[in-house]
């Protein structure tokens, strides 16, 4: 159901973290949003006075922020989610992954999984995710039903899948879903070519041609392995980054993913054209990838985002888990204990995400004129008390299952830890019914 015309909601909390001015604390002061827009934050002792027929809700133990900003996953991959661990990416993805993919792949799959995986992101705070997988039609149709905020990649990949036979209709599909989501509030969209070693010269600057006139970011795995840009070196004589650079695609619609093999040069270069970085770190560790050298990158003016990556190989989608590991892993890579403090790494999961996305005058902050995309995180908790510096909280020692409630365009859609418009056991029950179908696979038959 739509909102009510014209109704004022006042949450008031212990504390508020705005993410702009950066490193900001708020105390005891009310997000005030008529309908889907941040109207006003103001001290909770003015709110009777401000807005005496403003709905209240107190939350006397919590901390508010802005919904967080999944900036690269793959949603429906929750259904294979522990279908083949503890492998290194490219045996993963091609004796794995892609044999299961091209057998069970379809409309009913990817429902189910993105539902799947809508639901456990809200439940985590997550009210927006930047997808990258086949049939995005249905992943924009499920999106704005569960209501949540979605960026939808028009995936564009070299071989035939389910979704396209050949690159003309994954282009032509890719467009149709755009000019689909023109009527859905909450979804919009971007270029989605899978990674340098599976997408063609023709095809990138078909993809740059597009982009630049639609105006919609491209989001890319580049750099993600040794093996990828050894590969690209040996065939091409070039790195993928110098190749993707002479076909014009490092700007700042560019959205690139994982960037775990980067030299100095090349840090200068994604800074010097505007290219947005998602770290995705747990993904990176599980799949022995590298590290993205976040530090160097923040030093050089680079955006960084932070991304889950899809369930397959995580095994969640998690932030306050990707912000907690972001923040000790890039100490540790830069040899350095100030690198990635906890406001920076709160800033890649929230506004830096929504810079990358295109989307940070509409989300990403808590500020007037913004949408009401809110975080609700409960820190009465053992875990999480004394409470000396609530951003250090979140991010060191908070878990997910601290979120109570979470508001998308003013819409809430968990409250009190339960989803409003997602039913969880029939959830369940139809993963359960994936993994009997899913597990007679014959690579998985070492598995059994």
């Given at each position: 159901?739509?909102?009510?015309?014209?109704?004022?909601?006042?949450?008031?909390?212990?504390?508020?973290?705005p993410?702009?001015?950066a490193?900001?604390?708020?105390e005891?002061h009310?997000?005030?949003?008529?309908n889907?827009?941040?109207?006003?934050?103001?001290?909770?002792?003015?709110?009777?006075?401000?807005y005496?027929?403003?709905?209240?809700k107190?939350?006397?133990?919590?901390?508010?922020i802005?919904?967080?900003v999944?900036?690269?996953?793959?949603?429906?991959?929750?259904?294979?989610?522990?279908?083949a661990?503890?492998?290194?990416?490219?045996?993963?993805?091609?004796?794995?992954?892609?044999?299961?993919?091209?057998?069970?792949?379809?409309?009913?799959?990817?429902?189910?999984?993105?539902?799947?995986?809508?639901?456990?992101?809200?439940?985590?705070?997550?009210?927006c995710?930047?997808?990258?997988?086949?049939?995005?039609?249905?992943v924009?149709?499920?999106a704005?039903?569960?209501?949540?905020?979605a960026?939808?990649?028009m995936?564009?990949?070299?071989?035939?899948?389910a979704?396209?036979k050949?690159?003309?209709?994954?282009?032509?599909?890719?467009?149709?879903?755009?000019?689909?989501?023109?009527?859905?509030p909450?979804?919009?969209?971007?270029?989605?070519?899978?990674?340098?070693y599976?997408?063609?010269d023709?095809?990138?600057?078909?993809?740059?041609?597009?982009?630049d006139?639609?105006?919609v970011?491209?989001?890319?795995?580049?750099?993600?392995t040794?093996?990828?840009?050894?590969?690209?070196?040996?065939?091409?004589?070039?790195r993928p980054?110098?190749?993707?650079?002479?076909?014009?695609l490092?700007?700042?619609?560019?959205?690139?993913?994982?960037?775990?093999?980067?030299?100095?040069?090349?840090?200068?270069?994604?800074?010097e054209?505007?290219?947005?970085?998602?770290?995705?770190?747990e993904?990176?560790?599980?799949?022995?990838?590298g590290?993205?050298?976040?530090g160097?990158?923040?030093?050089?003016?680079?955006?960084?985002?932070?991304?889950?990556?899809?369930?397959?190989?995580?095994?969640?989608l998690?932030m306050f888990?990707?912000?907690?590991?972001?923040?000790?892993?890039?100490?540790?890579?830069?040899?350095?204990?100030?690198?990635?403090?906890?406001?920076?790494?709160l800033?890649?999961?929230?506004?830096?995400?929504?810079?990358?996305l295109?989307?940070?005058?509409?989300?990403?902050?808590?500020?007037?004129?913004?949408?009401?995309?809110?975080?609700?995180?409960?820190?009465?908790?053992?875990?999480t008390?004394?409470?000396?510096?609530?951003i250090?909280?979140?991010?060191?020692?908070?878990?997910?299952?601290?979120v109570?409630d979470?508001?998308?365009?003013?819409?809430?859609?968990?409250?009190?830890?339960?989803?409003t418009g997602?039913d969880?056991?029939?959830?369940?029950?139809k993963s359960?019914?994936?993994?009997?179908?899913?597990?007679?696979?014959?690579?998985?038959?070492?598995?059994?």
């Amino acid at each position: 159901m739509p909102t009510q015309l014209n109704q004022i909601t006042a949450i008031a909390a212990r504390w508020i973290i705005p993410m702009e001015p950066a490193n900001t604390v708020l105390e005891n002061h009310c997000v005030v949003f008529e309908n889907d827009i941040i109207i006003d934050i103001i001290p909770i002792a003015h709110i009777s006075v401000s807005y005496p027929n403003a709905d209240i809700k107190k939350r006397p133990n919590h901390v508010l922020i802005p919904g967080l900003v999944n900036a690269h996953t793959h949603a429906a991959m929750s259904l294979l989610r522990g279908i083949a661990d503890d492998l290194p990416l490219m045996e993963w993805l091609n004796n794995h992954i892609w044999p299961v993919e091209a057998q069970h792949v379809g409309e009913e799959f990817m429902r189910d999984g993105t539902e799947l995986a809508i639901a456990e992101m809200l439940l985590g705070g997550t009210t927006c995710f930047n997808d990258m997988y086949f049939f995005p039609n249905i992943v924009a149709e499920t999106a704005q039903k569960s209501g949540i905020r979605a960026v939808v990649g028009m995936i564009v990949i070299d071989f035939p899948s389910a979704w396209a036979k050949d690159a003309d209709e994954y282009f032509t599909k890719g467009t149709q879903v755009k000019d689909a989501s023109n009527s859905m509030p909450l979804v919009t969209t971007s270029f989605a070519p899978h990674a340098p070693y599976t997408v063609n010269d023709d095809n990138l600057k078909r993809i740059r041609i597009m982009a630049d006139e639609m105006l919609v970011p491209v989001h890319m795995h580049i750099h993600e392995t040794s093996h990828e840009v050894t590969e690209s070196e040996n065939m091409l004589g070039k790195r993928p980054l110098t190749r993707l650079e002479e076909l014009g695609l490092l700007n700042p619609r560019m959205i690139a993913v994982h960037m775990t093999q980067l030299n100095d040069g090349e840090i200068s270069l994604v800074a010097e054209k505007g290219v947005h970085v998602v770290h995705c770190p747990e993904s990176n560790l599980k799949l022995n990838s590298g590290f993205c050298p976040i530090g160097k990158l923040i030093d050089a003016g680079v955006n960084v985002a932070l991304g889950t990556d899809g369930a397959a190989s995580n095994n969640d989608l998690d932030m306050f888990g990707e912000m907690r590991t972001a923040a000790l892993l890039g100490k540790a890579v830069a040899d350095n204990a100030t690198a990635i403090p906890a406001h920076t790494a709160l800033a890649m999961a929230t506004i830096n995400g929504a810079k990358a996305l295109g989307l940070d005058d509409k989300i990403g902050s808590l500020e007037i004129g913004k949408q009401a995309d809110i975080v609700a995180i409960d820190l009465d908790h053992v875990s999480t008390q004394p409470v000396y510096d609530p951003i250090a909280q979140l991010v060191y020692s908070a878990s997910r299952e601290q979120v109570t409630d979470v508001w998308v365009a003013g819409e809430q859609k968990v409250q009190n830890k339960k989803l409003t418009g997602l039913d969880t056991s029939e959830l369940i029950y139809k993963s359960q019914r994936w993994a009997k179908k899913l597990a007679h696979q014959p690579q998985l038959k070492h598995k059994q």
